[in-house]
């Protein structure tokens, strides 16, 4: 006699139904921060105590009671003790390679006397090979009275090696007396097209080179090897975390008198390598050399905006004027300090105003260098000429740097909807240097107007420039919002001060609008990428009127990444 066949008790099968059906309605976080005060930059629900994370990318945002529902088999459940935390920072403008490489380099930053810049050059003189290059950067002239540095300082010490020394801003440089006579330096030489040799009273020159003259010295210097290039991106993505950053806009290393191909050489050697290799570490926006813009549109028809989740290809940057430390921003009224000197325009007009048409009918994001107060009008209005020949479209133009604004300068901003990619940290330098190369008036009228431009509904993105100035978001927010450099009783022009909220934006959901990163970054918002900084404050409220903190803790995509 057969056997009936045995049914499941319909309890218990209804009972691992629902089960299953909860589980697909509510996924299993695989991380939980509860007990904290979560800032958001997101408007729809700016403060949370707690956050789930699955797959990398939030999944819920609340309080502990709504979160918890997300908790199962194997959710990580992090108790932050009341901790404030952010969004990852988004550097939105540096030289990451660059910066990289400079830190296996002669480091000359913050260095205020003659006598320890001719220190540190003559312990790196000790330790190279004799006829090798001694290369540095970082210097910054301001700090010790304002007296360009010489050849004749450094030439005793480096018989048998040329130097390249290059200045903080990037727009100019020191070669020693051997650099010179390899790149045939003479007096006799004639100042190159958007560059200057610096020449003593007697006509010879005395080794400093400014904009696009420096490239008499570095078309000699030995290309850096591949496997160094690769290093410099492994140290400075470990730098980037310690600072809370988790994605940069990197500008590349192309500076004026550069080789635009320096960027697509990193991009095909380094980037490409590291994302094949699994050992990116934090998120890269890549701009390159408006020059080869066609190369940049093959790339995206190819592959697209989207490398992967840790390479974005951005757009094309191009140069307007030089810096205002090496007296080369292009300004409407003289250099108080070179009375005939009214600054450099790097780009033809008529040729940047074609590459940008061309750039822009391809679709790409532009982004143009301009310090000057002169600049800043000229690309609006060439920004102006090219949205009305191209016609309506989301393009965000940006402004880098957008340092001396004259009156009325911020309102165009808004109105043109142009994005002022902006450095806090570097007025803490500029503060003194400004008065004395423009005069108190301009200086405390045009400079670093942070507050004019949010009034005028600008969207302003935060970066460092570095390594012009260290990459650190949370000085950076600190600067913003006080203005107080570091000899100064009171802040520089109090009236440009911004709110702690104002300056996480421009780090966090700003910069990601700023290069149409905000679908995946820049806010803690269900669905986004889940990179966060848990910081050492339990205090919003001490945060914001003191803005003092540090980073206790980085996470990329929901995985902690520092310490």
């Given at each position: ?9 319909h ?48 999944l819920r ?67 190279s ?27 005793d ?40 040799i ?93 020059e ?39 300004l ?21 105003l ?111 420039d ?5 990459i650190?978001?949370l ?89």
């Amino acid at each position: 006699m057969r056997q009936p066949r045995r049914h499941l008790p319909h309890l218990e099968f209804s009972f691992n139904f629902w089960a299953w059906k909860s589980q697909l309605s509510h996924p299993v976080a695989d991380l939980v921060l509860r007990n904290g005060v979560i800032y958001t930059s997101d408007d729809s629900l700016p403060f949370a105590e707690s956050m789930a994370v699955a797959n990398g990318r939030v999944l819920r945002v609340g309080n502990h009671s709504f979160v918890k529902e997300l908790e199962g088999y194997g959710t990580q459940v992090l108790d932050l003790g009341g901790k404030v935390v952010v969004p990852g920072f988004i550097d939105s403008h540096v030289h990451f390679i660059a910066g990289g490489l400079q830190m296996m380099q002669v480091e000359l930053r913050g260095v205020n006397k003659k006598e320890e810049f001719v220190r540190r050059v003559k312990d790196a003189a000790q330790s190279s090979k004799q006829g090798s290059w001694i290369l540095g950067g970082g210097w910054n002239n301001d700090l010790w009275e304002g007296d360009l540095p010489a050849a004749s300082w450094i030439d005793d010490i480096t018989p048998n090696n040329p130097v390249w020394l290059s200045r903080v801003d990037g727009h100019m440089g020191l070669a020693n007396s051997v650099a010179l006579k390899l790149a045939g330096i003479t007096n006799l030489t004639a100042d190159p097209m958007g560059g200057i040799i610096v020449r003593a009273a007697n006509g010879e020159p005395t080794g400093v080179l400014i904009d696009s003259a420096v490239t008499l010295i570095t078309s000699l210097i030995p290309e850096d090897s591949v496997d160094d290039r690769r290093e410099a991106l492994l140290r400075a993505s470990n730098l980037a975390l310690t600072r809370g950053v988790t994605t940069v806009v990197d500008m590349g290393r192309y500076y004026p008198g550069f080789s635009p191909e320096l960027s697509w050489d990193d991009f095909s050697d380094v980037y490409q390598w590291a994302n094949s290799m699994s050992k990116m570490k934090i998120r890269v926006c890549l701009f390159f050399s408006m020059e080869t813009r066609s190369r940049l549109v093959d790339l995206i028809n190819k592959v697209g905006h989207t490398l992967s989740e840790w390479i974005y290809i951005g757009g094309v940057k191009a140069f307007a004027d030089g810096s205002l430390g090496s007296n080369s921003a292009l300004l409407y009224e003289p250099y108080v300090d070179e009375p005939d000197n009214y600054g450099l325009q790097l780009t033809e007009p008529e040729a940047l105003l074609n590459m940008t048409l061309e750039s822009d009918l391809y679709g790409l994001q532009v982004a143009i260098h301009a310090i000057g107060d002169k600049t800043n009008d000229l690309i609006l209005d060439l920004y102006s000429s090219v949205a009305s020949a191209n016609g309506m479209r989301d393009r965000r133009f940006r402004i880098e740097h957008a340092q001396q604004l004259a009156a009325g300068t911020p309102g165009r901003f808004g109105k043109q909807r142009v994005i002022a990619s902006m450095q806090p940290d570097q007025l803490l330098d500029d503060a003194d240097s400004t008065s004395k190369k423009l005069g108190k008036d301009r200086a405390d009228t045009e400079s670093y107007l942070f507050r004019s431009l949010l009034n005028n509904n600008a969207l302003v993105a935060f970066g460092s420039d570095w390594p012009v100035v260290d990459i650190n978001p949370l000085s950076g927010i600190k600067t913003a919002m006080k203005r107080t450099p570091p000899t100064w009783e009171s802040a520089w022009i109090p009236s440009e001060c911004i709110s702690l909220d104002d300056a996480i934006k421009a780090y966090t959901i700003s910069a990601a609008r700023a290069s149409f990163l905000d679908k995946d970054l820049g806010s803690l918002s269900p669905g986004k990428l889940a990179d966060f900084v848990i910081l050492s404050t339990d205090s919003w409220q001490d945060f914001a009127e003191d803005a003092d903190a540090s980073i206790e803790q980085t996470y990329v995509s929901g995985v902690r990444a520092y310490p």
